[in-house]
């Protein structure tokens, strides 16, 4: 009677580790595909860029929600538009706009004095 009780812990702690490695490697598996697919380098295209940010503007349009998501052409950059959607008038920029130029303005003088960017 003992050593049936002894040959079941023996074997239930085997199926135990067995169990326990089959799975940490399944998950050690589906965590290698995850990093592969969130980390691998992809090129995101400007199209691709104004086409989400195309869907968030149509997305929050009809929630009567008043943020706009504008894009800088020369830093090629995108910034927030919060607007009155009665008046169409501008409530506030983050960043500003202003400051958009001025650091525009700024890479430009600096890249005119050295004569190309870092």
Request: aromatic content about 10%; cysteine-free; overall charge negative.
């Amino acid at each position: 009677m003992m050593l049936e009780n002894l040959s079941t812990n023996v074997l239930s702690s085997k199926l135990r580790t067995a169990i326990s490695e089959g799975m940490n490697d399944y998950f050690q598996n589906e965590a290698k595909v995850i990093n592969e697919i969130a980390y691998s380098p992809q090129k995101i295209t400007k199209e691709q860029v104004q086409e989400a940010v195309d869907g968030l503007n149509q997305f929050l349009q009809p929630t009567n929600t008043s943020i706009r998501f504008e894009y800088h052409e020369q830093l090629n950059e995108y910034y927030v538009k919060v607007v009155d959607d009665k008046t169409e008038e501008t409530i506030r920029e983050i960043p500003s706009k202003k400051l958009l130029d001025f650091y525009a303005a700024m890479t430009e003088f600096v890249g005119l004095m050295v004569d190309k960017k870092i």
